[in-house]
């Protein structure tokens, strides 16, 4: 008989083989200890051990436990299905030893990393939560002074909108009660373009407000707010920047407020939820930290609007459907990350290869200097000597045209009887 897993209609896994069981466990007074769990010699390979306290209360229930399991090759190959659902899952396939480690204490909760696209959207454009996207925009935008008061989402986070959708679809739009239209983007990963593609969201939608007809004096302000979770301008030293339109010279304002850029880089904040006092650091921890928390903090839940914000990211209420596709595109940051890593790994070792060649070839260049310099000390020295031996040369026939002694020329000379033979055998008639 198949038996469905719950995980689709298309995934039917039928009976699995066992194989040898050992276990040995103990229980008393809401306490079990697994002290083995063994399987062997059929579809599924496990080795594990664990402990709890179980209450009637899951939240107060306690679990820890590790081991590992490895599925089949030919129970694999029976089953395309879960080898589909090992690929989407970023699961291996292939028969190996998959190890795991649960630890859950009471009262430990698991929220969603609110610096994924989807998570952002979830939390901040969420019909029904508008209070914590204006507590958030007042914080960056106005200093924590409560300017915006009502808005209304243009695409408020909706599932099967945001499947098979590209990242840059995947924005908080509103429009405040003024009509000013306001742009959150959530960046995880510095791709190439960045910044350009920052400039044609915000041109788009200031110049995409006027259609066939109209006047351009109905265009409305666009605010572009883009929160990096990566150092985006190295030579600026605060978390928040602001771009508008200035005169270069006297720094006077274009005189319509047409865009406005607005910056968070997340690396730069190095408080803790505990240090944070004003409104827009409490937001930046929890765009930080949320995600590896497993209580809600006291300091930051003091703004009721985070902690709702904390509601909205608790794991536990998200659906199968949410929660696969939010470990999905976890799975696909690490793997931009650890690609990006390692590109920038491969950039610095070609660059020190770099260096290394262009300094071989400075010392070679040093090198060829010397040699031309002894080279030319040689020819000096070459020429010199010739010039000696001529000199000499010519010393001897005189000497000895004025009819004086060989043994007497030597003497003058300060050379042996041997060495002016050899120069005279050299010089021509």
Same mark, same amino acid.
Request: proline share 4%.
């Given at each position: 008989m198949p038996a469905a897993l719950g995980?689709?209609?298309?995934?039917?896994?039928?009976?699995?083989?066992?194989?040898?069981?050992?276990?040995?466990?103990?229980?008393q007074q809401g306490k079990a200890r697994?002290?083995?769990?063994?399987?062997?010699?059929?579809?599924?390979?496990v080795n594990?051990?664990?402990?709890?306290?179980?209450?009637?209360s899951w939240r107060r229930s306690a679990l820890s436990g590790k081991g590992?399991?490895?599925?089949?090759?030919?129970?694999?190959?029976?089953?395309?299905?879960?080898?589909?659902?090992?690929?989407?899952?970023?699961?291996p396939h292939k028969p190996r030893v998959i190890r795991y480690t649960i630890d859950r204490r009471p009262g430990q909760m698991r929220f969603i990393a609110p610096k994924t696209d989807f998570a952002f959207k979830k939390i901040f454009g969420s019909a029904g939560h508008e209070g914590v996207l204006r507590s958030f925009l007042n914080a960056f935008l106005y200093q924590g002074r409560e300017e915006i008061t009502e808005l209304t989402l243009q695409d408020p986070y909706n599932i099967p909108r945001l499947k098979g959708l590209k990242d840059s679809y995947l924005?908080?739009?509103?429009?405040?009660?003024?009509?000013?239209?306001?742009?959150?983007?959530?960046?995880?990963?510095?791709v190439p373009g960045f910044e350009n593609r920052i400039l044609f969201n915000a041109a788009k939608q200031f110049s995409t407000q006027v259609v066939q007809g109209q006047d351009y004096d109905t265009l409305d302000p666009v605010v572009l707010l883009t929160i990096t979770?990566?150092?985006?301008?190295?030579?600026?030293?605060?978390? +928040?920047?602001?771009? $508008? @339109?200035?005169? #270069?010279? *006297?720094?006077?304002?274009?005189?319509?407020?047409?865009?406005?850029?607005?910056?968070?880089?997340?690396?730069?904040?190095t408080k803790t939820h505990v240090e944070a006092t004003q409104l827009w650091e409490k937001w930046v921890c929890f765009l930080k930290e949320a995600g590896s928390l497993q209580q809600m903090p006291s300091s930051l839940v003091q703004v009721p609007q985070i902690k709702e914000a904390f509601?909205?990211?608790?794991?536990?209420?998200?659906?199968?459907?949410?929660?696969?596709?939010?470990?999905?595109?976890?799975?696909?940051?690490?793997?931009?990350?650890?690609?990006?890593?390692?590109?920038g790994e491969a950039q610095q070792r070609l660059g020190q290869t770099q260096?290394?060649?262009? +300094?071989?070839?400075? $010392? @070679?260049?040093? #090198?060829? *200097?010397?040699?031309?310099?002894?080279?030319?000390?040689?020819?000096?020295?070459?020429?010199?000597?010739?010039r000696y031996a001529r000199t000499v040369q010519q010393a001897i026939l005189s000497l000895r045209q004025s009819g004086m002694e060989d043994a007497r020329v030597c003497h003058i000379l300060g050379i042996s009887l041997q060495q002016l033979h050899d120069i005279l055998r050299t010089t021509p008639t």
């Open positions: 995980l689709g209609d298309t995934l039917q896994v039928p009976a699995v083989q066992l194989g040898s069981v050992a276990i040995q466990a103990n229980t697994l002290q083995k769990l063994q399987f062997a010699g059929g579809d599924v390979q594990a051990t664990g402990e709890g306290k179980l209450r009637k590992w399991f490895r599925l089949s090759p030919d129970f694999l190959k029976k089953n395309p299905g879960l080898q589909a659902l090992f690929s989407t899952l970023h699961l924005d908080v739009r509103l429009r405040q009660s003024d009509g000013k239209w306001i742009l959150v983007e959530m960046q995880v990963v510095h979770d990566f150092v985006m301008f190295k030579n600026w030293p605060t978390v +928040q920047s602001r771009y $508008r @339109l200035f005169e #270069t010279e *006297q720094l006077v304002e274009y005189p319509v407020d047409g865009m406005e850029l607005v910056f968070v880089e997340l690396p730069k904040f509601e909205i990211a608790n794991y536990a209420g998200l659906t199968p459907e949410e929660a696969q596709i939010l470990d999905n595109k976890a799975l696909w940051l690490h793997d931009q990350k650890k690609m990006r890593t390692l590109y260096k290394r060649l262009d +300094q071989t070839e400075q $010392r @070679l260049d040093q #090198t060829q *200097q010397q040699l031309d310099q002894t080279e030319q000390q040689r020819d000096q020295a070459q020429a010199k000597s010739e």
